[in-house]
T-cell receptor
Protein backbone atom coordinates (compact mmCIF):
# COMPACT_ATOMS: atom_id res chain seq x y z
CA UNK A 1 0.00 0.00 0.00
CA UNK A 2 1.40 3.37 -1.01
CA UNK A 3 1.55 5.72 1.93
CA UNK A 4 2.45 8.70 -0.24
CA UNK A 5 0.38 9.39 -3.34
CA UNK A 6 0.70 11.77 -6.21
CA UNK A 7 -2.54 11.39 -8.09
CA UNK A 8 -1.65 13.57 -11.07
CA UNK A 9 0.84 11.82 -13.35
CA UNK A 10 1.36 14.98 -15.40
CA UNK A 11 0.78 18.72 -15.40
CA UNK A 12 1.20 21.28 -18.15
CA UNK A 13 1.63 24.98 -17.37
CA UNK A 14 2.43 28.09 -19.38
CA UNK A 15 5.73 29.83 -18.68
CA UNK A 16 5.33 32.61 -16.12
CA UNK A 17 2.24 31.07 -14.51
CA UNK A 18 2.02 29.17 -11.23
CA UNK A 19 2.61 25.41 -11.09
CA UNK A 20 0.93 23.55 -8.24
CA UNK A 21 1.95 19.96 -7.59
CA UNK A 22 -0.02 17.97 -5.04
CA UNK A 23 0.78 15.09 -2.74
CA UNK A 24 -1.38 13.16 -0.25
CA UNK A 25 -0.28 10.83 2.50
CA UNK A 26 -2.01 8.33 4.74
CA UNK A 27 0.36 7.95 7.69
CA UNK A 28 -0.38 10.58 10.33
CA UNK A 29 2.99 9.84 11.94
CA UNK A 30 4.91 11.40 9.05
CA UNK A 31 6.70 14.46 10.37
CA UNK A 32 9.15 15.46 7.67
CA UNK A 33 8.47 15.95 3.98
CA UNK A 34 10.64 16.53 0.95
CA UNK A 35 10.25 17.38 -2.69
CA UNK A 36 12.69 16.07 -5.25
CA UNK A 37 13.13 17.09 -8.86
CA UNK A 38 14.25 14.65 -11.54
CA UNK A 39 15.48 15.35 -15.05
CA UNK A 40 15.67 12.56 -17.66
CA UNK A 41 18.72 10.31 -17.36
CA UNK A 42 19.61 11.82 -13.98
CA UNK A 43 18.90 10.90 -10.39
CA UNK A 44 16.40 12.85 -8.28
CA UNK A 45 17.82 15.93 -6.59
CA UNK A 46 16.59 17.44 -3.36
CA UNK A 47 14.54 20.60 -3.85
CA UNK A 48 12.84 21.72 -0.64
CA UNK A 49 11.67 20.29 2.67
CA UNK A 50 9.17 21.02 5.42
CA UNK A 51 8.85 19.82 8.97
CA UNK A 52 5.44 19.01 10.44
CA UNK A 53 5.82 21.84 12.94
CA UNK A 54 5.45 24.29 10.05
CA UNK A 55 2.75 24.82 7.47
CA UNK A 56 4.84 26.66 4.90
CA UNK A 57 8.43 26.80 3.74
CA UNK A 58 9.70 29.05 1.00
CA UNK A 59 12.88 29.01 -1.07
CA UNK A 60 12.99 31.46 -3.92
CA UNK A 61 10.36 30.53 -6.49
CA UNK A 62 9.50 27.33 -4.62
CA UNK A 63 7.07 27.12 -1.71
CA UNK A 64 5.84 23.99 0.00
CA UNK A 65 2.59 24.03 1.96
CA UNK A 66 1.59 21.41 4.50
CA UNK A 67 -1.97 20.77 5.66
CA UNK A 68 -1.68 18.17 8.41
CA UNK A 69 -5.39 17.83 9.03
CA UNK A 70 -5.96 16.98 5.38
CA UNK A 71 -2.71 14.98 5.15
CA UNK A 72 -1.84 16.99 2.09
CA UNK A 73 1.15 18.91 0.87
CA UNK A 74 1.69 20.94 -2.23
CA UNK A 75 4.59 22.50 -4.09
CA UNK A 76 4.07 25.90 -5.71
CA UNK A 77 6.44 27.19 -8.35
CA UNK A 78 6.05 30.87 -9.19
CA UNK A 79 6.79 31.93 -11.83
CA UNK A 80 7.22 28.68 -13.73
CA UNK A 81 10.11 28.46 -16.18
CA UNK A 82 10.80 25.98 -19.01
CA UNK A 83 13.80 24.69 -17.02
CA UNK A 84 11.39 23.56 -14.32
CA UNK A 85 10.10 20.86 -16.68
CA UNK A 86 10.93 17.64 -14.85
CA UNK A 87 9.38 14.88 -12.76
CA UNK A 88 8.67 15.93 -9.18
CA UNK A 89 8.54 13.41 -6.35
CA UNK A 90 7.25 14.05 -2.87
CA UNK A 91 8.60 11.97 -0.01
CA UNK A 92 7.82 11.59 3.69
CA UNK A 93 9.50 10.14 6.75
CA UNK A 94 8.71 9.27 10.35
CA UNK A 95 10.89 10.44 13.21
CA UNK A 96 14.37 9.00 13.47
CA UNK A 97 14.43 6.24 10.92
CA UNK A 98 17.86 5.97 9.30
CA UNK A 99 16.75 8.60 6.80
CA UNK A 100 14.23 6.24 5.22
CA UNK A 101 11.70 8.07 3.06
CA UNK A 102 8.48 6.92 1.41
CA UNK A 103 8.18 8.29 -2.12
CA UNK A 104 5.20 9.12 -4.27
CA UNK A 105 5.00 7.97 -7.88
CA UNK A 106 5.90 11.38 -9.30
CA UNK A 107 4.26 14.13 -11.37
CA UNK A 108 5.72 15.14 -14.71
CA UNK A 109 5.63 18.92 -15.09
CA UNK A 110 5.83 20.47 -18.53
CA UNK A 111 6.30 24.24 -18.64
CA UNK A 112 5.51 25.55 -22.10
CA UNK A 113 7.42 28.58 -23.41
CA UNK B 1 32.74 16.84 -4.40
CA UNK B 2 31.86 13.57 -6.08
CA UNK B 3 28.27 12.54 -5.75
CA UNK B 4 26.88 9.03 -5.59
CA UNK B 5 28.46 7.02 -8.40
CA UNK B 6 26.63 4.13 -10.03
CA UNK B 7 27.88 1.71 -12.64
CA UNK B 8 27.15 0.70 -15.26
CA UNK B 9 24.87 3.46 -16.57
CA UNK B 10 23.21 1.06 -18.96
CA UNK B 11 23.02 -2.72 -18.96
CA UNK B 12 21.41 -4.88 -21.60
CA UNK B 13 21.49 -8.61 -21.05
CA UNK B 14 19.56 -11.75 -21.82
CA UNK B 15 17.07 -13.39 -19.55
CA UNK B 16 18.68 -15.81 -17.11
CA UNK B 17 21.98 -13.97 -16.87
CA UNK B 18 23.36 -12.61 -13.63
CA UNK B 19 23.33 -8.83 -13.31
CA UNK B 20 25.43 -6.84 -10.83
CA UNK B 21 24.83 -3.16 -10.21
CA UNK B 22 27.38 -1.14 -8.32
CA UNK B 23 27.25 1.93 -6.12
CA UNK B 24 29.80 4.16 -4.45
CA UNK B 25 28.13 6.42 -1.87
CA UNK B 26 29.25 9.91 -0.93
CA UNK B 27 32.25 9.79 1.38
CA UNK B 28 31.14 10.20 4.99
CA UNK B 29 27.59 9.04 4.38
CA UNK B 30 26.58 6.03 6.43
CA UNK B 31 23.12 5.21 5.08
CA UNK B 32 22.70 3.66 1.64
CA UNK B 33 19.49 2.92 -0.24
CA UNK B 34 18.65 0.95 -3.38
CA UNK B 35 15.53 1.95 -5.34
CA UNK B 36 13.84 0.74 -8.49
CA UNK B 37 11.87 3.12 -10.68
CA UNK B 38 9.12 1.85 -12.94
CA UNK B 39 6.24 3.56 -14.69
CA UNK B 40 3.72 1.59 -12.66
CA UNK B 41 5.15 2.00 -9.17
CA UNK B 42 7.36 5.07 -9.27
CA UNK B 43 10.30 4.86 -6.84
CA UNK B 44 10.25 1.65 -4.85
CA UNK B 45 12.66 1.20 -1.95
CA UNK B 46 14.28 -2.22 -2.25
CA UNK B 47 16.73 -2.30 0.66
CA UNK B 48 18.71 0.04 2.85
CA UNK B 49 21.84 -0.18 4.94
CA UNK B 50 23.08 1.76 7.92
CA UNK B 51 26.77 1.56 8.80
CA UNK B 52 27.10 -1.27 6.24
CA UNK B 53 24.43 -3.36 7.96
CA UNK B 54 21.17 -4.17 6.11
CA UNK B 55 18.31 -2.64 8.09
CA UNK B 56 15.27 -3.48 5.99
CA UNK B 57 15.13 -5.64 2.88
CA UNK B 58 11.35 -6.04 2.81
CA UNK B 59 11.20 -4.23 -0.53
CA UNK B 60 13.33 -6.80 -2.30
CA UNK B 61 10.87 -8.41 -4.72
CA UNK B 62 12.19 -11.97 -4.74
CA UNK B 63 15.03 -14.19 -3.65
CA UNK B 64 16.59 -13.57 -7.03
CA UNK B 65 17.57 -10.14 -5.68
CA UNK B 66 20.40 -9.70 -3.21
CA UNK B 67 22.42 -6.74 -1.98
CA UNK B 68 25.67 -6.38 -0.10
CA UNK B 69 27.67 -3.59 1.43
CA UNK B 70 31.12 -5.00 2.25
CA UNK B 71 32.47 -1.59 3.30
CA UNK B 72 31.44 2.03 3.69
CA UNK B 73 32.38 2.96 0.13
CA UNK B 74 30.81 0.21 -1.95
CA UNK B 75 27.56 -1.65 -2.42
CA UNK B 76 26.20 -4.10 -4.98
CA UNK B 77 22.73 -5.14 -6.03
CA UNK B 78 22.64 -8.51 -7.77
CA UNK B 79 19.87 -10.17 -9.73
CA UNK B 80 20.30 -13.86 -10.47
CA UNK B 81 18.72 -15.11 -12.66
CA UNK B 82 17.41 -11.98 -14.34
CA UNK B 83 13.96 -11.80 -15.97
CA UNK B 84 12.41 -9.32 -18.45
CA UNK B 85 10.15 -7.90 -15.71
CA UNK B 86 13.27 -6.75 -13.86
CA UNK B 87 13.81 -4.13 -16.57
CA UNK B 88 13.78 -0.73 -14.87
CA UNK B 89 16.02 2.08 -13.72
CA UNK B 90 17.80 1.24 -10.48
CA UNK B 91 18.96 4.08 -8.23
CA UNK B 92 21.35 4.12 -5.35
CA UNK B 93 21.16 6.92 -2.78
CA UNK B 94 23.16 7.80 0.31
CA UNK B 95 22.81 10.12 3.29
CA UNK B 96 24.39 10.85 6.64
CA UNK B 97 22.52 9.40 9.55
CA UNK B 98 23.51 10.86 12.92
CA UNK B 99 23.39 9.25 16.31
CA UNK B 100 20.24 8.64 18.33
CA UNK B 101 20.19 12.17 19.68
CA UNK B 102 19.43 13.44 16.21
CA UNK B 103 15.72 13.96 15.86
CA UNK B 104 15.25 14.47 12.16
CA UNK B 105 15.96 12.77 8.86
CA UNK B 106 18.27 14.08 6.16
CA UNK B 107 17.57 14.19 2.40
CA UNK B 108 19.12 11.43 0.36
CA UNK B 109 21.55 12.08 -2.46
CA UNK B 110 20.90 9.99 -5.55
CA UNK B 111 23.16 8.61 -8.22
CA UNK B 112 22.19 8.91 -11.88
CA UNK B 113 20.89 5.36 -11.99
CA UNK B 114 21.47 2.20 -13.99
CA UNK B 115 19.03 1.56 -16.83
CA UNK B 116 18.62 -2.21 -16.95
CA UNK B 117 17.06 -4.00 -19.90
CA UNK B 118 16.53 -7.76 -19.76
CA UNK B 119 15.74 -9.26 -23.15
Amino acid sequence: DQQVKQNSPSLSVQEGRISILNCDYTNSMFDYFLWYKKYPAEGPTFLISISSIKDKNEDGRFTVFLNKSAKHLSLHIVPSQPGDSAVYFCAASVGYNFNKFYFGSGTKLNVKP
Amino acid sequence: DAGVIQSPRHEVTEMGQEVTLRCKPISGHNSLFWYRQTMMRGLELLIYFNNNVPIDDSGMPEDRFSAKMPNASFSTLKIQPSEPRDSAVYFCASSFNGDRTFTGNQPQHFGDGTRLSIL
